[in-house]
């Protein structure tokens, strides 16, 4: 069985943000599998589905990015999922946006909720499929308010592309491997 978490924040004012994007592929993916029934369990919203006979389930942690680790760590305990297996997707600024990077065994690079995970699961030994959102094209917005802010109608044009991809990468690194979806889908 595979866990695949998509960061973000809950609540309809953080829905569309970029911040969020790591919930957009979940949901995205989800499409793809029909909609499978979501619960309420381990502080999130899961799912069961199987993408080509491989058991996934689907976690976007309801506790917000800087404690998303408190919904994945106890999921994976109970579901006994080892870390090799857990795949998180979730913004990143260092990369343009659309553009992706698969990594395993990073730092967290700043980010509060791949912090949160790597802090609770005492290892950062686990792929991360970095969906880029780019910076700010003004050096004086802050970070946060540029991740927390909506994305442009440019790139609300793109998010079906970049979502579809995203989606071909989450199965490539289950089907394939690490290695070999990595020199697929890096950019």
Not at 8 to 26: C, S, W
């Amino acid at each position: 069985m595979w866990l695949i978490v998509g960061l973000g924040n809950p609540g309809g004012e953080y829905k569309l943000t970029r911040h969020n994007i790591g919930f957009m592929a979940v949901d995205f993916l989800m499409e793809g599998l029909g909609n499978p029934p979501i619960k309420n369990q381990f502080k999130a919203e899961i799912a069961q589905a199987k993408i080509k006979d491989h058991p996934v389930i689907f976690c976007k942690p309801q506790t917000y990015m800087n404690l998303s680790g408190e919904s994945v760590q106890p999921l994976m305990g109970f579901y006994k999922i080892p870390l090799e297996r857990l795949i998180v997707i979730h913004d990143e600024i260092d990369q343009p946006f659309a553009q992706m990077k698969i990594q395993k065994n990073r730092g967290h690079g700043g980010h509060n909720g791949i912090k949160s995970i790597s802090g609770l699961m005492g290892s950062m030994d686990y792929t991360r499929l970095r969906l880029g959102v780019g910076r700010p094209a003004n050096p004086n917005i802050p970070v946060p308010d540029y991740v927390l802010g909506k994305f442009t109608k440019e790139e609300f044009a793109q998010m079906p592309d970049f979502l579809n991809k995203a989606g071909d990468a989450v199965e490539s690194i289950i089907l394939d491997g690490i290695q070999k979806a990595s020199t697929k889908f890096n950019t």
